[in-house]
T-cell receptor, first 112, second 117 residues
Framework: KQEVTQIPAALSVPEGENLVLNCSFT??????LQWFRQDPGKGLTSLLL?????REQTSGRLNASLDKSSGRSTLYIAASQPGDSATYLC???????????FGKGTHLIIQP | NAGVTQTPKFQVLKTGQSMTLQCAQD?????MSWYRQDPGMGLRLIHY???????DQGEVPNGYNVSRSTTEDFPLRLLSAAPSQTSVYFC????????????????FGPGTRLLVL
């Protein structure tokens, strides 16, 4: 059974800093990995999707990397802003029709 | 496009009552799924469907039923609510290639908060 760990569980940094969120997973036989953002009381918003054949994916100030063989992914946020405050979730996708496996998330606070 | 919509946004039930959580998407996605989110547990898959007439169980299916009569709708039924079903429920959808080899980006609805007393 796939298990996903996200480190750190919580992070509070001042505005403007670059930061890295970590995700590790136990089963490297994945098809893709998706990073989501969740604001309090809201649904999940997809940030980036990395296919298993890719090493990196970028969207604006966000960059996600994937090392499938070692079971790791990182989300890099450049020049953080207060609007980036949210919980960030990592979810690898295995083969077949079953769904995503989620980590418990990193709760991020960007201080103005 | 409205994307993935869920109703109601919030519901209070008494133990033993039944209800249906509604989910609809207007993106013509074949794949739809239901998750529940509990504090300290992360999101867990309840049921999923790869097309109309096809459903299957996820990680935590007990106490829930689903059916998929159309591509657009995927309702989740609680037949006899229990306090352990107090949670936030999310519906998600995505394209599902005929080969079934992978999924593309999953889109989530805003969630339904359910409290069972």
């Amino acid at each position: 059974k796939q298990e996903v760990t996200q480190i750190p569980a919580a992070l509070s940094v001042p505005e403007g800093e670059n930061l890295v969120l970590n995700c590790s997973f136990t089963d490297s036989a994945i098809y893709n990995l998706q990073w989501f953002r969740q604001d309090p009381g809201k649904g999940l918003t997809s940030l980036l999707l990395i296919q298993s054949s890719q090493r990196e994916q970028t969207s604006g100030r966000l960059n996600a990397s994937l090392d499938k063989s070692s079971g790791r992914s990182t989300l890099y946020i450049a020049a953080s802003q207060p609007g980036d405050s949210a919980t960030y979730l990592c979810a690898p996708k295995g083969g077949g029709a079953d769904g995503l496996t989620f980590g418990k998330g990193t709760h991020l606070i960007i201080q103005p | 496009n409205a994307g993935v919509t869920q109703t109601p946004k919030f519901q209070v039930l008494k133990t033993g009552q039944s209800m249906t959580l509604q989910c609809a998407q207007d993106m013509n996605h074949e794949y739809m799924s239901w998750y529940r989110q509990d504090p300290g547990m992360g999101l867990r898959l309840i049921h999923y469907s790869v097309g109309a007439g096809i459903t299957d169980q996820g990680e935590v299916p007990n106490g829930y039923n689903v059916s998929r009569s159309t591509t657009e709708d995927f309702p989740l039924r609680l037949l006899s609510a229990a306090p352990s079903q107090t949670s936030v429920y999310f519906c998600a959808s995505s394209y599902w290639p005929k080969s079934g080899a992978s999924q593309e980006t999953q889109y989530f609805g805003p969630g339904t908060r359910l409290l069972v007393l």
